[in-house]
Nanobody, 113 residues
Framework: VQLQASGGGLVQPGGSLRLSCAASGSIYRINDMAWYRQAPGKQRELVALITRGGSTNYADSVKGRFIISRDNDKNTVYLQMNSLKFEDTAVYYC????????WGQGTLVTVSS
């Protein structure tokens, strides 16, 4: 399974971005999909997770600002990020669980004025 993330970029505080991550390859049944992030000098952390059935879980730091969604027909997961803060700056990675965890290549989100 290959994951291709896109949608990162430079945004001002308070702005919005939408990340996408499309899975391809030998896909049978992708279960959980998630977004992680890693800021400079910090460990990778879970941002949001969505099950195949649509149940979601968010890190406390993004609750109420970020929305994770997925399209099972397109094997794609999205992350709508609103009210972005300086501390949201990080490389964002998507992950998918299909009999094991697969990772995307990461997309950089920079929140700066």
């Amino acid at each position: 399974v290959q994951l291709q993330a896109s949608g990162g970029g430079l945004v001002q505080p308070g702005g919005s971005l939408r990340l996408s991550c499309a899975a391809s390859g030998s896909i049978y049944r992708i279960n959980d999909m998630a977004w992680y992030r890693q800021a400079p000098g910090k460990q990778r952390e879970l941002v949001a997770l969505i099950t195949r059935g649509g149940s979601t879980n968010y890190a406390d730091s993004v609750k109420g600002r970020f929305i994770i969604s997925r399209d099972n027909d397109k094997n794609t997961v999205y992350l709508q990020m609103n009210s972005l803060k300086f501390e949201d700056t990080a490389v964002y990675y998507c992950a998918a669980n299909q009999y094991g965890v697969f990772w995307g290549q990461g997309t950089l989100v920079t929140v700066s004025s």
